[in-house]
Nanobody, 115 residues
Framework: QVQLVDSGGGLVQPGGSLRLACAAS????????MGWYRQAPGKQREMVAM???????NYAESVKGRFIISGDNAKNTWSLQMNYLKPEDTAVYYC?????????WGQGTQVTVSS
C-alpha cells in the first residue's frame, strides 16, 4: 500500500503564486511516475503535470510556462509551483503516483484564485 498526503492549497489573488507539496509513504521499492491532477466543479479530473518514471515531464497546455513540477524519487516527495494563477485554475488539486501496477491519490487540496 502507498499513502499520499498533499498540502499547500489556499486562496490567492489572480497573478499570485502557490506551492503544493506531496509526500508518499508505504511500499515503494522502485522509481515511479508522480504528478498532479485537478478537478474543478462540474468538470472531469484532468492531468496538470507529471514526471514519468524515466524523468520525462509533461504539462497540460493550459499551465505550460506558469507551473513547474519537481520531485525527488529517493525522498518520495514532489511539488508543484504555480505562478501567474488565473481564476480558471480554481480546483481541488490531487497528487498522484503510479507505482506499478496501481495508481494512488492524495486526499486533495483546494486552490481558489479570486480577487
Amino acid at each position: 500500500q502507498v499513502q499520499l498526503v498533499d498540502s499547500g492549497g489556499g486562496l490567492v489573488q489572480p497573478g499570485g503564486s502557490l506551492r503544493l507539496a506531496c509526500a508518499a509513504s508505504g511500499s515503494i521499492f522502485s522509481t515511479y511516475s508522480m504528478g498532479w491532477y485537478r478537478q474543478a466543479p462540474g468538470k472531469q479530473r484532468e492531468m496538470v503535470a507529471m514526471i514519468t518514471s524515466d524523468n520525462r515531464i509533461n504539462y497540460a497546455e493550459s499551465v505550460k510556462g506558469r507551473f513547474i513540477i519537481s520531485g525527488d524519487n529517493a525522498k518520495n516527495t514532489w511539488s508543484l509551483q504555480m505562478n501567474y494563477l488565473k481564476p480558471e485554475d480554481t480546483a481541488v488539486y490531487y497528487c498522484y503516483a503510479y507505482v506499478t501496477p496501481f495508481g494512488y491519490w492524495g486526499q486533495g487540496t483546494q486552490v481558489t484564485v479570486s480577487s
